[in-house]
């Protein structure tokens, strides 16, 4: 395990203060679907075709794509960790720390090789391993009742 200390905060950015908070949250999005925090920050919504169900390609967009385009400051097509950090600060700041706790040990989770970076195909694998877990009933969609328990179940893993 390689928790980052969480609480320890950089430098503020102003800048970046709404939208990656938002991101930040889809960037971890198990707990994304999750967090109560998430209507008041507005992330991109993964029901990308608002039919009220979000599918794989939708869940696996949100958190890679849109990820990416809002976190990869030097554009070089993968998160690194630093990159990564600010988002987890914001999530610190906004959502407390043991989400911020709980978002690094993803990045570490998702990190196949372990190099301190996620690829695009990394973040798509990290995904498609929650959307798996998540959809209940295997019909390759989550509905309403399966985001609600996804929700639940990140809140219990927040707490411990
Ligand atoms: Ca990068
Ligand atoms: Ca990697
Ligand atoms: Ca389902």
């Known amino acids: ?13 102003p800048l970046l203060r709404v939208r990656p908070a938002c991101l930040a949250i889809v960037a971890v999005m198990g707990c994304a679907l999750a967090l109560p925090a998430r209507a008041q920050f507005g992330p991109p919504n993964p029901d990308g075709n608002g039919d009220g169900k979000v599918t794989l390609a939708e869940f696996k967009a949100v958190s890679s794509t849109e990820v990416l385009r809002r976190l990869d400051s030097n554009k070089d097509g993968m998160m690194s960790r630093a990159e990564y950090q600010v988002a987890v600060d914001l999530m610190s700041r906004f959502a407390g720390a043991s989400v911020a706790k709980r978002a690094v040990s993803r990045f570490a989770d998702d990190d196949s090789n372990q190099d301190g970076l996620l690829t695009r195909s990394e973040m798509e694998a990290g995904a498609q391993r929650r959307f798996i ?8 969609a989550l509905d309403k009742a399966e985001l609600k328990s ?11």
């Not at 395990?1 to 950015?13: A, E, F």
């Open 133 to 140: 877990r998540a959809d209940a009933n295997g019909d390759g």
């Open 150 to 160: 996804t929700r639940q179940a990140a809140r219990q893993d927040t707490r411990g």
């Open 1 to 13: 395990m390689t928790y980052m200390k969480p609480g320890k905060q950089i430098s503020p950015v």
